[in-house]
């Protein structure tokens, strides 16, 4: 079976067991594996040639992390054909990448007001990214967290939305989140255009909160869809440059600046967790390791100042 259509089975295969967006990276890892074989057989795939696929990345100084992820896209492929039945490579000869572990990029408060301040007050598409990144910078979530929102799901009157949690645990698969005053005037200005632009196009996800008109972001049509990942990433990413920021402003880097400001105020590890939506109390440990005030108020009892 020829690689391309070994690949399709297995994404088919995937797609309803994780989130789309890991289905989609898990495909197209696996495509430039297949055309760095020029599509051979699953079943001639070698140990050698996933070494010297991996080896390739290296060389072009792919990160440790993208080298991992496409270690393991082509684990999980050979994985999938040996149970089956197909006479594939041994799974357990995939090479398992270490990534390192790097310091989180930081928002920091001046980068949020220099971003907020470049998106223009009219226009629907500005009007709903303010809201958006209100949002982002306010709790902490995910920004595919936030693009899954419904309408329903927003109470102004409490401040608080109720959200699928990304990486959710069986016992826990919702968490609140809560927003300022300051994002409810963005919210409701964007709760406005958007019954407006609803009044004349058709959406099939009707009770999306952040949706884009067909033809992308910033685009015309005649129907609108919910707010995709990619398209609020690069408009995240033009609002930054417009602003002048030297360093990557995105939405992972506003949930770092949560959990660093929630580390400075002395919260504990389980209630960071249960704030971000971890599915670990681990995964909260970098927050209260590099910026809990605790280590260095205990050097100053014994240090002095």
Known sequence: ???KDAINDFTRWKSPQVKGNTVYHYHWQLVNFAIFLKNKDIEKVTERDISEYLNLSY???????????QALAIKHLLNFWQLKGLKVENPALVPKIKSERVMPRVATESDYYKVINVIPKFGHNHIRNRAILGLLYDSGARLNEILSLNVQDVDIQTKRITIKTEKHTKTSPFRNIFFREATIVYLNTWLKKREKILEHLTIEDKEA???????GVCGEG?????CSIDAIGEVLRKYSKQAGLKSTFNAHSLRHKFGRVLAENEVDDLMIAQFMGHN???SSK?????????LQKIYRRVMGK
């Not at 060389?59 to 992820?69: C, G, L, W, Y």
């Not at 909160?209 to 033809?215: D, E, N, P, W, Y």
């Open 59 to 69: 060389v072009f100084n792919h990160s440790a992390s993208t080298r991992e992820k």
């Open 209 to 215: 909160l952040f949706i884009s008109v067909r033809g």
């Open 222 to 226: 005649t129907e609108a869809r919910r």
């Open 286 to 294: 970098i927050y209260t390791e590099l910026f809990a005030p605790a």
């Open 280 to 282: 670990s109390v681990d």
């Open 1 to 3: 079976m020829k690689l």
